[in-house]
T-cell receptor, first 114, second 115 residues
Framework: GNSVTQMEGPVTLSEEAFLTINCTYT??????LFWYVQYPGEGLQLLLK?????DKGSNKGFEATYRKETTSFHLEKGSVQVSDSAVYFC?????????????FGKGTHLIIQP | EAGVAQSPRYKIIEKRQSVAFWCNPI?????LYWYQQILGQGPKLLIQ????????DSQLPKDRFSAERLKGVDSTLKIQPAKLEDSAVYLC?????????????FGPGTRLLVL
């Protein structure tokens, strides 16, 4: 079946550091890819998405590029802030056709220290 | 625009008891999902509805879990009888199609503790 693998946390960085959270997915079909974020005490929010190969999703300074050749969708940010502390989930559509459930990674807890 | 509403927010029950969760999706969203999120893991899809019909329930433990969306709007998820391993956050999401793309919006979840 489908799976998503993302780096284990927690990831602890200093403010203004460069962030990379790795994510790889199983290469079944042509799924859309997503990053969701869960801030402390809040629900899951869509951070960014990409729907086809070489697309780049971006939002709030975060970026991720859909790499079909490496089946990856790594999340990056050039300069993190304390307010970015949250749990980040990478996800893929289950089949890539029509309205579809999502398969999520286990989540990466990001801690930004001032 | 109001988001996805869920209730209750928290529930504590003893094993072998029954429990029900309610979800009201964003107005106009035809597709509704229930996910289970166990502590330390990502959400796992339980069931998908398109209007009032089930599209995918392959990961729903049907011996104890049931769900319905009778009028194609609100949905309920029931567990009967509950087991200890059902302790989790139950998330409801709804989605719409625009330009051939789907975006899922999640509710705040119901946190279930089975003792």
């Amino acid at each position: 079946g489908n799976s998503v693998t993302q780096m284990e946390g927690p990831v602890t960085l200093s403010e203004e550091a460069f962030l990379t959270i790795n994510c790889t997915y199983t290469a079944t079909g042509y799924p859309s890819l997503f990053w969701y974020v869960q801030y402390p005490g809040e629900g899951l929010q869509l951070l960014l998405k990409a729907t086809k190969a070489d697309d780049k999703g971006s939002n709030k300074g975060f970026e991720a590029t859909y790499r079909k050749e490496t089946t990856s969708f790594h999340l990056e940010k050039g300069s993190v802030q304390v307010s970015d502390s949250a749990v980040y989930f990478c996800a893929r559509e289950d089949s890539g056709g029509g309205a579809d459930g999502l398969t999520f990674g286990k989540g990466t807890h990001l801690i930004i220290q001032p | 625009e109001a988001g996805v509403a869920q209730s209750p927010r928290y529930k504590i029950i003893e094993k072998r008891q029954s429990v029900a969760f309610w979800c009201n999706p964003i107005s106009g969203h035809a597709t509704l999902y229930w996910y289970q999120q166990i502590l330390g893991q990502g959400p796992k899809l339980l069931i998908q509805f398109q209007n009032n019909g089930v599209v995918d329930d392959s990961q729903l433990p049907k011996d104890r879990f049931s769900a319905e969306r009778l009028k194609g709007v609100d949905s309920t998820l029931k567990i009967q009888p509950a087991k200890l391993e059902d302790s989790a956050v139950y998330l409801c999401a709804s989605s719409f199609w625009r330009g051939g793309e789907e975006t899922q919006y999640f509710g705040p979840g119901t946190r279930l503790l089975v003792l």
